[in-house]
């Protein structure tokens, strides 16, 4: 005769299906983020080079970072752990200085505070509590509260507050 599944194997089936599908997605994202750093471009002028520098010395980040333009991305990102890159638009090579400075101060904040990391397990978090709408939220006001940490930063570190919004204004634009 065949066995009926009870009820705990029914809902650790259903919890494993849920966990997977998560996880699915989140390294589908890491494989297309991974993927555009590949197909992307490095920026190695010198303009780049040097206010790259200048940001870390700002920032006091002391990480080699990799800096790449992508056609594949609207506005820029930080990613990676070991070896973090910041992956840019094809058109932030065309930026002028004040909005580059300011891109790279942003996003070299998210790599002096170990940003990517902490986002890292707070997905694989969700994993796990993939069915707690409470997780979800969580990882949203997580991302959010690390963009406006990192704006405050780059505002504390002396960059005008209206430039500033102009600049993220900007983007958003081209973005659009």
Do not use: K
């Amino acid at each position: 005769p065949t066995l009926a599944p009870s009820w705990p194997e029914i809902a650790i089936a259903v919890w494993l299906a849920g966990a997977l599908v998560v996880l699915l997605r989140q390294a589908l994202g890491w494989w297309r983020a991974a993927a555009a750093v590949r197909r992307g471009r490095p920026l190695d002028d010198r303009e780049w080079l040097t206010s790259l520098d200048r940001a870390r010395r700002r920032v006091g980040c002391r990480r080699t970072v990799a800096l790449v333009a992508s056609p594949e991305l609207t506005v820029p990102a930080t990613l990676g752990l070991a070896a973090p890159v910041v992956l840019l638009p094809e058109h932030g090579r065309r930026w002028i200085a004040d909005r580059r400075d300011a891109v790279l101060l942003h996003e070299l904040v998210h790599v002096a505070r170990g940003d990517w990391a902490l986002r890292t397990l707070a997905r694989l978090a969700v994993a796990v509590y993939w069915f707690n709408p409470l997780a979800w939220w969580a990882v949203r006001r997580l991302e959010l509260e690390q963009e406006l940490a990192c704006d405050e930063t780059v505002l504390g570190l002396g960059e005008r507050a209206a430039d500033y919004a102009g600049h993220l204004l900007g983007i958003a634009h081209l973005a659009g």
